[in-house]
């Protein structure tokens, strides 16, 4: 069995595929701001770097699999703290614990992006997404002032999905034996999603969400398309982005394949 760490395990998709996990027997080494083995705020880069630094430390400097799962919705009112912890905070940890990767068994890595990525209308493709891979944070924020909630959110997702797309072929990943891929959830009953929610905008936008085998996801349903992307029957699986949402990209964008 494998020691894996998990961002944002506390709750939600986290948590539910730290159960996974642990229930097949793998050690879980979880980082959260509260419950969590590992308590460190990603959204600012000293709790990047105790979280990395922590991390390693109790794997021994040997990773054999790693969740970037961490963030929060459009609803949160700090906009600059939505692209600080999804993109920067993600970002971060993978490429802080790739080292500790590489020394690992049949080593992968998966980062949770979203399907409000690439949804029509989300208006994803902002300057933000530059910012973002560019690696310039104080650009990222401050762009973030200038765009809705909704934009931050997915534009901070879209980051997140071109840098694994664009990092996993590479010598650094895959030619180091190490897969990287991502999931891209859709509407999931978390307490981030009942945020959304609760939301007096955001409700009712996203109970209008279309979702073709109807009503929302699970966690675990979730936790199950990252515990595959862990393990080795997912072995050519490289630079994927899987979209676990109940068909709502496949009826908004049909013809993207």
Same mark, same amino acid.
């Given at each position: 069995?494998?020691? &894996?760490?998990?961002?944002?395990?506390?709750?939600?998709?986290? !948590? !539910?595929?730290?159960?996974?996990?642990?229930?097949?027997?793998? *050690?879980? &080494?979880?980082?959260?701001?509260?419950?969590? =083995?590992?308590?460190?705020?990603?959204?600012?880069?000293?709790? #990047?770097? +105790? +979280? &990395? !630094?922590?991390?390693?430390?109790? +794997?021994?400097?040997?990773?054999?699999?790693?969740? !970037?799962?961490?963030?929060?919705?459009?609803?949160? =009112?700090? $906009?600059?703290?939505?692209?600080?912890?999804?993109?920067?905070?993600?970002? +971060?940890?993978?490429?802080?614990?790739? =080292?500790?990767?590489?020394?690992?068994? *049949?080593?992968?890595?998966?980062?949770?992006?979203?399907?409000?990525?690439? %949804?029509?209308?989300? =208006?994803?493709?902002?300057?933000?997404?530059?910012?973002?891979?560019?690696?310039?944070?104080?650009?990222?924020?401050? %762009?973030?002032?200038?765009?809705?909630?909704? *934009?931050?959110?997915?534009?901070?997702?879209?980051?997140?999905?071109?840098?694994?797309?664009?990092?996993? @072929?590479?010598?650094?990943?895959?030619?180091?034996?190490?897969?990287?891929?991502?999931?891209?959830?859709?509407?999931?009953?978390?307490?981030? $999603?009942?945020?959304?929610?609760?939301?007096?905008?955001?409700?009712?936008?996203? #109970?209008?969400?279309?979702?073709?085998?109807?009503?929302?996801?699970?966690?675990?349903?979730?936790?199950?398309?990252?515990? /595959?992307?862990?393990? @080795?029957?997912?072995? /050519?699986?490289?630079?994927?982005?899987? /979209? %676990?949402?109940?068909?709502?990209?496949?009826?908004?964008?049909?013809?993207?394949?």
């Amino acid at each position: 069995m494998g020691t &894996i760490a998990i961002t944002g395990s506390a709750s939600g998709i986290g !948590a !539910a595929t730290r159960v996974r996990l642990v229930r097949a027997g793998h *050690q879980v &080494i979880g980082v959260d701001v509260r419950d969590a =083995e590992i308590i460190a705020d990603l959204a600012t880069a000293a709790g #990047r770097e +105790a +979280a &990395i !630094a922590a991390v390693r430390k109790a +794997a021994g400097n040997r990773l054999d699999g790693l969740v !970037a799962c961490a963030g929060v919705g459009p609803q949160t =009112e700090s $906009l600059p703290l939505i692209v600080s912890l999804n993109y920067f905070g993600a970002q +971060a940890v993978l490429a802080g614990l790739r =080292e500790a990767l590489a020394a690992g068994t *049949q080593p992968a890595a998966v980062a949770v992006s979203s399907n409000s990525a690439t %949804v029509p209308g989300s =208006e994803s493709d902002t300057p933000l997404v530059a910012a973002c891979l560019a690696g310039d944070e104080d650009e990222a924020r401050r %762009v973030a002032t200038s765009l809705f909630g909704h *934009q931050v959110y997915a534009g901070s997702k879209l980051a997140l999905a071109r840098w694994v797309r664009r990092n996993a @072929p590479s010598a650094e990943w895959a030619g180091a034996g190490i897969r990287l891929n991502a999931v891209a959830p859709g509407a999931v009953m978390t307490p981030l $999603l009942q945020g959304g929610l609760d939301h007096p905008v955001w409700g009712p936008a996203i #109970r209008g969400f279309p979702i073709p085998t109807g009503g929302f996801g699970t966690p675990d349903q979730i936790a199950a398309a990252i515990t /595959f992307l862990l393990s @080795p029957d997912a072995g /050519f699986c490289c630079g994927s982005v899987v /979209f %676990v949402d109940g068909g709502t990209d496949a009826m908004l964008r049909p013809d993207q394949y």
